[in-house]
């Protein structure tokens, strides 16, 4: 029995020896993983409620949108984009406030948030930002700056989108010859399924007449 209480003892002392020479290393380790499942569960409870608070100001500025109140629409989605701004409603809002505003004939407004969604928005809603945003512009006969929205990365599902509005551009500069290389493009773009905007885009190449 005393040769087992020794063998504990020697294992009590190497304990005690490696707790003096690790102890703060491991105390730590585990008060900075404790912190960071907490910051981690923080975050994500922020994260929550401001999303929260993003869908309750959404839903104030989609229907005001429906009753063509103008200005609340504006006071919503720019309370969205100051407060929210790394949310998705606030893209989603300033996407509708846009098209209100250009159906609304106010261009400088609807290019002010299709512009802030192009720089601040992600993934598709950028890329239809930066498709809109390129429609008011060329309305303006902003043309360079309408190209140099479509020359911008997108996915390729909106490959021929931005073909075609590239050849809608070109077309009202009357570029004919690079209009038609870009319908040529968009139609090689689209899928069978696409079929009405095969024979749009089609009807549009034809419009330029014989190549020169």
Do not use: C
């Amino acid at each position: 029995m005393a040769h087992y209480d020794l063998e504990e003892q020697e294992q009590i002392d190497t304990l005690k020896t490696w707790w003096k020479m690790y102890g703060n290393l491991v105390t730590s380790v585990v008060v900075a993983a404790s912190l960071g499942v907490v910051a981690w569960q923080g975050w994500n409870w922020y994260q929550r409620g401001q999303s929260a608070q993003a869908s309750a100001i959404y839903g104030v500025l989609e229907q005001a949108a429906g009753e063509g109140d103008t200005q609340k629409v504006k006071a919503a989605a720019g309370e969205l984009a100051e407060k929210f701004g790394g949310t998705s409603y606030a893209s989603l809002g300033a996407m509708l406030a846009g098209k209100q505003s250009f159906e609304a004939g106010d261009l400088k407004t609807a290019k002010a948030q299709f512009g802030w969604v192009a720089e601040n928005g992600k993934d598709e809603i950028r890329d239809l930002a930066r498709l809109r945003l390129a429609s008011v512009q060329m309305d303006e006969q902003a043309y360079d700056e309408a190209i140099k929205q479509l020359d911008m990365a997108h996915a390729p599902a909106f490959d021929a989108r931005f073909q075609e509005l590239r050849g809608d551009v070109y077309s009202a500069q009357g570029k004919k010859l690079e209009a038609r290389t870009a319908y040529r493009a968009a139609l090689e773009k689209l899928t069978s399924q696409q079929g009405a905007g095969r024979e749009l885009l089609q009807q549009k190449l034809d419009n330029l007449g014989e190549a020169v």
